[in-house]
T-cell receptor, first 110, second 112 residues
Framework: GIQVEQSPPDLILQEGANSTLRCNFSDSVNNLQWFHQNPWGQLINLFYIPSGTKQNGRLSATTVATERYSLLYISSSQTTDSGVYFCAGYYGGSQGNLIFGKGTKLSVKP | EPEVTQTPSHQVTQMGQEVILRCVPISNHLYFYWYRQILGQKVEFLVSFYNNEISEKSEIFDDQFSVERPDGSNFTLKIRSTKLEDSAMYFC??????????FGEGSWLTVV
């Protein structure tokens, strides 16, 4: 079936700690993207990462498409990193039907 | 940086009323979408729109829903007769096509 699974579902960190979020996706899902939903509900695109590795400041992401997983790394976490992190991929040949995972809820404590 | 804008940010409506949610996608984008997120749940695809017609829609997007691009900039979602279960955050999004998707800030719809 069509699946995007994320782990862990919840994560509590002390400010300054590092973390790795994982996303497993099924064969019918491709062109992975990572999003951060802040406490006000806004969805911010962090990475479009169908394969390979990208870095943006303290965040980086790696997708190994052949093994159907993607990882989001957060280094030196800050309280502003709190929120829900979603991975999502396009279904099949779709141009917009993004299938979202259930998200990882991250809380960074000062 | 260009952004997708949505109005209203929050709307409360009575059950059975019609609601129109408005969006201005990023100006050079070609594909437009509506997604929704029921409180505490994951984001779900509703509909995609390309070249002035619906290109895909989900099972959620039934006859109560419609979309329109009335001019060169606006993209609207209409819910004809709202139900309690339509209460959700509705996100508009746009892309150039098959790549990075940009979401608006969302419109909270509360049906009472």
């Amino acid at each position: 079936g069509i699946q995007v699974e994320q782990s862990p579902p919840d994560l509590i960190l002390q400010e300054g700690a590092n973390s790795t979020l994982r996303c497993n996706f099924s064969d019918s899902v491709n062109n992975l993207q990572w999003f951060h939903q802040n406490p006000w509900g806004q969805l911010i695109n962090l990475f479009y990462i169908p394969s390979g590795t990208k870095q943006n400041g303290r965040l980086s992401a790696t997708t190994v498409a052949t093994e159907r997983y993607s990882l989001l790394y957060i280094s030196s976490s800050q309280t502003t990193d709190s929120g829900v992190y979603f991975c999502a991929g396009y279904y099949g040949g779709s141009q917009g039907n993004l299938i979202f995972g259930k998200g990882t809820k991250l809380s960074v404590k000062p | 940086e260009p952004e997708v804008t949505q109005t209203p940010s929050h709307q409360v409506t009575q059950m059975g009323q019609e609601v129109i949610l408005r969006c201005v996608p990023i100006s050079n984008h070609l594909y437009f979408y509506w997604y929704r997120q029921i409180l505490g749940q994951k984001v779900e695809f509703l509909v995609s729109f390309y070249n002035n017609e619906i290109s895909e829609k989900s099972e959620i997007f039934d006859d109560q829903f419609s979309v329109e691009r009335p001019d060169g900039s606006n993209f609207t979602l209409k819910i004809r007769s709202t139900k309690l279960e339509d209460s959700a955050m509705y996100f508009c999004a746009s892309t150039l096509g098959g790549n990075t998707i940009y979401f608006g800030e969302g419109s909270w719809l509360t049906v009472v």
